[in-house]
């Protein structure tokens, strides 16, 4: 690949070329499969990768969740209309036994990606769903410590597709990061085929049990890990975080384009320090700015899922392993509710309203 190539392309564009009117056929019958969860098809959602014609047979991979397995069936039957294909080779790419794939992402660092997501699983987990988290910030993994952890020994197990990581359950919530790998304080300084494998083992060989949602908290920014995490696995949509000045939402429109060109949906947007609430009177301050979050809710068409609140418990939280969603203070041994808790709280909500969890 040249300097100048984007390693992106478009669904349409890498399923569509202009010189192979079969090619074109085949996508215009995949684009007749609706998704009926998100209720769009399965091209425009970035589902269906690596289309190949060759002679009279269709080649093609297709990233699902573990209950979308219908959609093969939909799929060979649309299909079957072509009377000159032969055959049709399609390679189901799914992580066993995860319902829903969802990122969460950020245009760059310090905005709380990784503390949103954390209270993201907590709030996903206190409305009954089963959830685990990937720490994929391999240059910052953080999760560990957000939720109690530090080093721990990693167990591997053996299973009948080969030998899995087993991932550890903290607080209901099952996490692996490659911060509970390697020694505390160690650097890692890891080129990009490194990065690859270790990416790409995270995805495929962690036995993950049962999930209704794998939240990946993706590194900031666009480069070889998010590139390799979003082409190899099943994200069927990201959640952005940001904050509301314009550095910020300018980050994350580039990070935006890229999800686009592989055709990932946003499901929505999550402004992190909002405001800060007075003590004496409740009044809000826009620390820093304000209308972030409903810019790019409006440019994107795209649900603003919620506006947390600048709270020093998010912080204390994220430090001692006790995340502000879950609403519980140790020092005092009793539960507690605050404006932080409560916003992502409704913003599960949101999420089990759009994926219909909790209904089933």
Same mark, same amino acid.
């Given at each position: 690949?040249?300097?100048?190539?984007?390693?992106?392309?478009?669904?349409?564009?890498?399923?569509?070329?202009?010189?192979?009117?079969?090619?074109?056929?085949?996508?215009?019958?995949?684009?007749?499969?609706?998704?009926?969860?998100?209720?769009?098809?399965?091209?425009?959602?970035?589902?269906?990768?690596?289309?190949?014609?060759?002679?009279?047979?269709?080649?093609?991979?297709?990233?699902?969740?573990?209950?979308?397995?219908?959609?093969?069936?939909?799929?060979?039957?649309?299909?079957?209309?072509?009377?000159?294909?032969?055959?049709?080779?399609?390679?189901?790419?799914?992580?066993?036994?995860?319902?829903?794939?969802?990122?969460?992402?950020?245009?760059?660092?310090?905005?709380?990606k990784s503390t949103t997501a954390v209270n993201l699983a907590a709030a996903l987990r206190l409305q009954g769903a089963k959830v685990g988290l990937l720490d994929a910030d391999v240059y910052g993994p953080n999760l560990p410590q957000m939720l109690g952890l530090g080093q721990?020994?990693?167990?591997?197990?053996?299973?009948?597709?080969?030998?899995?990581?087993?991932?550890?359950?903290?607080?209901?919530?099952?996490?692996?990061?490659?911060? /509970?790998?390697? #020694?505390?304080?160690? @650097? %890692?300084?890891?080129?990009? *085929?490194?990065?690859?494998? $270790?990416?790409?083992?995270?995805?495929?060989?962690?036995?993950?049990?049962?999930?209704?949602?794998?939240?990946?908290?993706?590194?900031?920014?666009?480069?070889?890990?998010?590139?390799?995490?979003?082409?190899?696995?099943?994200?069927?949509?990201?959640?952005?975080?940001?904050?509301?000045?314009?550095?910020?939402?300018?980050?994350?429109?580039?990070?935006?384009?890229?999800?686009?060109?592989?055709?990932?949906?946003?499901?929505?947007?999550?402004?992190?320090?909002?405001?800060?609430?007075?003590?004496?009177?409740?009044?809000?301050?826009?620390?820093?700015?304000?209308?972030?979050?409903?810019? /790019?809710?409006? #440019?994107?068409?795209? @649900? %603003?899922?919620?506006?947390? *609140?600048?709270?020093?418990? $998010?912080?204390?939280?994220?430090?001692?392993?006790?995340?502000?969603?879950?609403?519980?203070?140790?020092?005092?041994?009793?539960h507690r509710t605050s404006p932080a808790s409560e916003v992502f709280a409704k913003i599960a909500t949101a999420i089990n309203a759009t994926f219909l969890r909790i209904a089933e």
């Amino acid at each position: 690949m040249s300097n100048h190539e984007s390693p992106f392309q478009h669904p349409e564009d890498q399923l569509k070329p202009d010189t192979n009117s079969h090619q074109q056929e085949v996508v215009k019958l995949l684009k007749q499969v609706i998704e009926p969860t998100l209720k769009n098809d399965i091209v425009s959602l970035g589902m269906v990768r690596n289309l190949r014609i060759v002679d009279q047979y269709i080649y093609l991979r297709l990233y699902i969740g573990s209950h979308q397995h219908q959609l093969h069936t939909e799929i060979q039957s649309v299909l079957s209309s072509l009377s000159w294909c032969k055959k049709t080779y399609l390679q189901i790419c799914t992580i066993p036994g995860v319902r829903t794939t969802l990122a969460v992402s950020s245009g760059k660092g310090g905005v709380g990606k990784s503390t949103t997501a954390v209270n993201l699983a907590a709030a996903l987990r206190l409305q009954g769903a089963k959830v685990g988290l990937l720490d994929a910030d391999v240059y910052g993994p953080n999760l560990p410590q957000m939720l109690g952890l530090g080093q721990a020994d990693i167990q591997v197990i053996n299973t009948s597709t080969g030998d899995k990581f087993l991932p550890l359950e903290v607080q209901g919530i099952k996490l692996m990061s490659v911060g /509970l790998l390697v #020694e505390a304080n160690r @650097p %890692l300084a890891w080129r990009g *085929p490194v990065l690859h494998k $270790i990416i790409t083992q995270f995805l495929q060989d962690v036995e993950w049990g049962e999930l209704d949602y794998l939240l990946i908290d993706l590194p900031p920014g666009t480069g070889d890990a998010q590139i390799t995490i979003i082409q190899e696995s099943p994200i069927c949509g990201v959640i952005l975080v940001t904050t509301p000045q314009q550095v910020a939402i300018a980050d994350v429109r580039r990070n935006i384009n890229m999800f686009r060109q592989v055709g990932v949906p946003v499901l929505g947007i999550i402004e992190n320090m909002s405001y800060l609430i007075c003590g004496d009177c409740g009044s809000r301050t826009p620390i820093f700015g304000s209308g972030g979050g409903e810019q /790019l809710s409006a #440019e994107l068409q795209a @649900p %603003l899922l919620g506006q947390i *609140p600048i709270d020093p418990d $998010i912080c204390s939280g994220g430090d001692t392993g006790n995340p502000i969603a879950i609403g519980f203070d140790i020092a005092q041994a009793k539960h507690r509710t605050s404006p932080a808790s409560e916003v992502f709280a409704k913003i599960a909500t949101a999420i089990n309203a759009t994926f219909l969890r909790i209904a089933e």
